[in-house]
């Protein structure tokens, strides 16, 4: 049991459960910390590639919003239950990324990069396009939160965002298990071999190829599951959701919170990234100039994000 | 079915908007074929070249404006590149990525501060307006002078790339950079101006898209995107790969507006896709440091 409740997690579930009764100080309100979970559960999906594959995404995006079409899709047109919703925002993703992967998985460094956000873009434009599917521009809107059954249970409504904020953390937190689970097995040590040295660990008998193709699925996965969740959190999906800014994003994010040296790292860069995003967005329409200034200074500054300040490398490079 | 007279017009257009876009790949592909590294900002340098050219033309003209918003484009090229660019080099190239990603974000800002939100559309020049009776069809002269302009722009790269002494030392130095200095060149020198050059073709690519597309402040991402495909279907710092790469993406995004034109924008991707499977490093694209 010890394994599994590892006192960090604790520590993080507690600040969690304060966190909404902490945001009003700073103007903040509670659907944002539902959005600070999302977030991060996006960031620590991607993350699992980013530092532990060693493979830079460059076309996330794609992903979390194939989940957040899938899950509104499933919505409108087939059932209006929440765990189906859910599983199809996972499997619809999972099924993308695997193929994705299955054709950029033998590239390597900038390459790789460059592939993602190709194939992020055309996820981007068929989102766009297929009006009748999409709904192109306009996007899906007008969709509503389902309420959470679980069997012997009465059925609980998420209308209320403190409803929500808390269905939010226990998926976050069973995702974050669960992703630091991965990391710490067998498996994980393969993925962080390949992205200390490929070549090595192809002599050493594994077939690198597979193994990166499984941590972009699942990372895929995660991120279908995030957009999902954020589909229920807007309870509407744009085209926007999918462009190459917002994959660009999430790997700032994640860098800005340190995720290369520090396994929370992209847990506290969406925690500031969303709070800023709505702190800077209330005095200046021209939020993006002040936000690209601070991605430029951090990169230029602290490269290893802010986590990276304290060098507790132990959680990556083990 | 569209006739024969649709399938050559929309043929020249291909070719036509093809050089265009090599002309936007190509800055592109020589930062990163030379210095190793991915360029978000070239798109916003392409924007700022337009915007540039659409203040400068009511006073200066078309020429003028030509010829100075280019300059002035390197110019900012050459200072991103001192101030912030150069403490990549060395680095993982995802910070250099990040960091012209910042770049790109906040410049995109800074455009719509100082012009506006709104799109402005430019006028061709005066000596330009109008079509021009090629025999079989009326055709846009200023898009024939864009392709003429396009292509010469491209000669003279390829000019000083094979030409001239300097360009061998720019290619030695996108091989092996260590040897290239060793035999007295100066490296750091040599890598700021490619980056303004690169800035330099981003922004008169911009200077000649600006009657085209008309100018707006998310026009770079309508160059940056091009850009990657191209550079990911002529392979990684090859001269004939990008020009081959561009005409491959004009022709097909101008022949698929013809059979399926709500997914035009989409062809160029799945192009790329499809040349990546046969061809694992673009058309011309030989095994690059940047794999690793």
Redesign the interface.
Same mark, same amino acid.
Request: charged letters at 10%; proline letters at 3%; aromatic letters at 14%.
């Given at each position: 049991m010890r394994r599994f409740l590892k006192l960090p997690f604790v520590w993080m579930f507690l600040f969690f459960l304060v966190l909404p009764y902490l945001l009003p100080l700073i103007k903040g309100y509670t659907a944002l910390a539902s959005e600070i979970l999302i977030y991060a559960m996006f960031a620590l999906g991607f993350n699992l590639l980013l530092s532990y594959t060693g493979l830079a995404s460059f076309g996330h995006a794609a992903f979390f919003g194939i989940g957040a079409y899938a899950m509104a899709l499933t919505q409108l047109k087939l059932s209006d239950d929440l765990w189906l919703g859910l599983l199809m925002g996972m499997v619809a993703a999972g099924f993308f990324a695997g193929i994705v992967g299955a054709i950029i998985c033998r590239k390597r460094g900038i390459y790789f990069s460059l592939l993602t956000l190709a194939f992020s873009q055309m996820f981007f434009f068929i989102a766009f396009r297929w009006d009748e599917v999409t709904g192109g521009e306009t996007g899906l809107t007008g969709l509503r939160r389902p309420p959470l059954r679980l069997p012997g249970l009465p059925a609980v409504s998420l209308t209320e965002p403190m409803a929500f904020y808390l269905f939010a953390l226990a998926v976050f937190m069973v995702v974050m298990i669960l992703i630091w689970r991965l990391v710490h097995s067998p498996f994980g040590s393969v993925l962080q071999s390949i992205k200390q040295n490929e070549v090595r660990a192809k002599y050493l008998g594994y077939n690198t190829v597979f193994y990166k193709w499984v941590s972009f699925t699942i990372s895929g996965i995660i991120s279908g599951l995030a957009g999902a969740m954020f589909l229920l959190q807007q309870d509407a999906v744009f085209p926007t959701y999918l462009n190459w800014t917002e994959s660009g994003n999430v790997v700032m994010v994640t860098i800005m919170g340190g995720g290369v040296v520090n396994f929370f790292g992209p847990i506290l860069g969406a925690g500031i990234f969303v709070i800023l995003q709505n702190a800077i967005g209330a005095y200046t329409e021209h939020w993006l100039l002040i936000l690209g200034l601070i991605f430029i200074a951090i990169i230029m500054v602290i490269p290893e994000g802010i986590l990276g300040l304290f060098k507790r490398t132990k959680t990556v490079q083990q | 079915m569209p006739s024969g007279i649709d399938f050559l017009s929309q043929g020249i257009n291909g070719i036509v908007l093809g050089l265009l876009f090599s002309l936007i790949a190509i800055g592109f592909t020589l930062m990163?074929g030379v210095i190793g590294i991915?360029n978000?900002a070239h798109g916003v340098l392409f924007a700022l070249g337009a915007y540039f050219a659409f203040t400068l033309r009511n006073s200066l003209g078309f020429w003028a404006a030509l010829i100075i918003s280019p300059l002035l484009v390197g110019l900012i090229g050459i200072i991103i590149e001192r101030l912030?660019v150069r403490?990549?080099y060395g680095?993982d190239?995802?910070?250099c990525?990040?960091?012209t990603?910042?770049?790109?974000? &906040?410049? /995109? /800002?800074?455009i @719509?501060?100082v012009w506006g939100k709104l799109g402005h559309s430019i006028a061709a020049p005066a000596f330009v307006s109008g079509s021009i009776d090629l025999g079989f069809m009326l055709y846009s002269k200023y898009r024939l002078l864009l392709a003429v302009l396009s292509a010469l722009i491209l000669f003279l790269v390829w000019l000083f790339l094979e030409k001239t002494s300097y360009g061998a030392i720019v290619k030695a130095g996108a091989q092996d950079s260590e040897m290239v200095a060793a035999l007295g060149n100066n490296i750091s020198r040599m890598r700021t101006l490619v980056f303004g050059i690169g800035s330099a073709l981003a922004g008169v690519a911009g200077v000649i898209a600006a009657p085209l597309w008309s100018v707006r402040p998310g026009m770079g991402?309508d160059a940056i995107?091009p850009a990657? !495909?191209i550079? !990911?279907l002529g392979g990684?710092g090859s001269f004939w790969g990008t020009v081959i790469g561009g005409l491959a993406v004009g022709l097909s995004v101008s022949l698929a507006v013809m059979f399926f034109p @709500?997914?035009s924008?989409?062809v160029m991707?799945?192009l790329?896709?499809v040349v990546?499977?046969f061809w694992?490093?673009g058309i011309m694209g030989e095994k &690059?440091i940047? /794999?690793?």
């Amino acid at each position: 049991m010890r394994r599994f409740l590892k006192l960090p997690f604790v520590w993080m579930f507690l600040f969690f459960l304060v966190l909404p009764y902490l945001l009003p100080l700073i103007k903040g309100y509670t659907a944002l910390a539902s959005e600070i979970l999302i977030y991060a559960m996006f960031a620590l999906g991607f993350n699992l590639l980013l530092s532990y594959t060693g493979l830079a995404s460059f076309g996330h995006a794609a992903f979390f919003g194939i989940g957040a079409y899938a899950m509104a899709l499933t919505q409108l047109k087939l059932s209006d239950d929440l765990w189906l919703g859910l599983l199809m925002g996972m499997v619809a993703a999972g099924f993308f990324a695997g193929i994705v992967g299955a054709i950029i998985c033998r590239k390597r460094g900038i390459y790789f990069s460059l592939l993602t956000l190709a194939f992020s873009q055309m996820f981007f434009f068929i989102a766009f396009r297929w009006d009748e599917v999409t709904g192109g521009e306009t996007g899906l809107t007008g969709l509503r939160r389902p309420p959470l059954r679980l069997p012997g249970l009465p059925a609980v409504s998420l209308t209320e965002p403190m409803a929500f904020y808390l269905f939010a953390l226990a998926v976050f937190m069973v995702v974050m298990i669960l992703i630091w689970r991965l990391v710490h097995s067998p498996f994980g040590s393969v993925l962080q071999s390949i992205k200390q040295n490929e070549v090595r660990a192809k002599y050493l008998g594994y077939n690198t190829v597979f193994y990166k193709w499984v941590s972009f699925t699942i990372s895929g996965i995660i991120s279908g599951l995030a957009g999902a969740m954020f589909l229920l959190q807007q309870d509407a999906v744009f085209p926007t959701y999918l462009n190459w800014t917002e994959s660009g994003n999430v790997v700032m994010v994640t860098i800005m919170g340190g995720g290369v040296v520090n396994f929370f790292g992209p847990i506290l860069g969406a925690g500031i990234f969303v709070i800023l995003q709505n702190a800077i967005g209330a005095y200046t329409e021209h939020w993006l100039l002040i936000l690209g200034l601070i991605f430029i200074a951090i990169i230029m500054v602290i490269p290893e994000g802010i986590l990276g300040l304290f060098k507790r490398t132990k959680t990556v490079q083990q | 079915m569209p006739s024969g007279i649709d399938f050559l017009s929309q043929g020249i257009n291909g070719i036509v908007l093809g050089l265009l876009f090599s002309l936007i790949a190509i800055g592109f592909t020589l930062m990163l074929g030379v210095i190793g590294i991915i360029n978000f900002a070239h798109g916003v340098l392409f924007a700022l070249g337009a915007y540039f050219a659409f203040t400068l033309r009511n006073s200066l003209g078309f020429w003028a404006a030509l010829i100075i918003s280019p300059l002035l484009v390197g110019l900012i090229g050459i200072i991103i590149e001192r101030l912030a660019v150069r403490r990549m080099y060395g680095k993982d190239a995802l910070f250099c990525l990040l960091l012209t990603f910042g770049i790109a974000m &906040s410049g /995109e /800002e800074l455009i @719509r501060m100082v012009w506006g939100k709104l799109g402005h559309s430019i006028a061709a020049p005066a000596f330009v307006s109008g079509s021009i009776d090629l025999g079989f069809m009326l055709y846009s002269k200023y898009r024939l002078l864009l392709a003429v302009l396009s292509a010469l722009i491209l000669f003279l790269v390829w000019l000083f790339l094979e030409k001239t002494s300097y360009g061998a030392i720019v290619k030695a130095g996108a091989q092996d950079s260590e040897m290239v200095a060793a035999l007295g060149n100066n490296i750091s020198r040599m890598r700021t101006l490619v980056f303004g050059i690169g800035s330099a073709l981003a922004g008169v690519a911009g200077v000649i898209a600006a009657p085209l597309w008309s100018v707006r402040p998310g026009m770079g991402n309508d160059a940056i995107m091009p850009a990657f !495909v191209i550079v !990911v279907l002529g392979g990684i710092g090859s001269f004939w790969g990008t020009v081959i790469g561009g005409l491959a993406v004009g022709l097909s995004v101008s022949l698929a507006v013809m059979f399926f034109p @709500r997914m035009s924008d989409l062809v160029m991707y799945i192009l790329a896709a499809v040349v990546l499977l046969f061809w694992p490093r673009g058309i011309m694209g030989e095994k &690059s440091i940047l /794999e690793d």
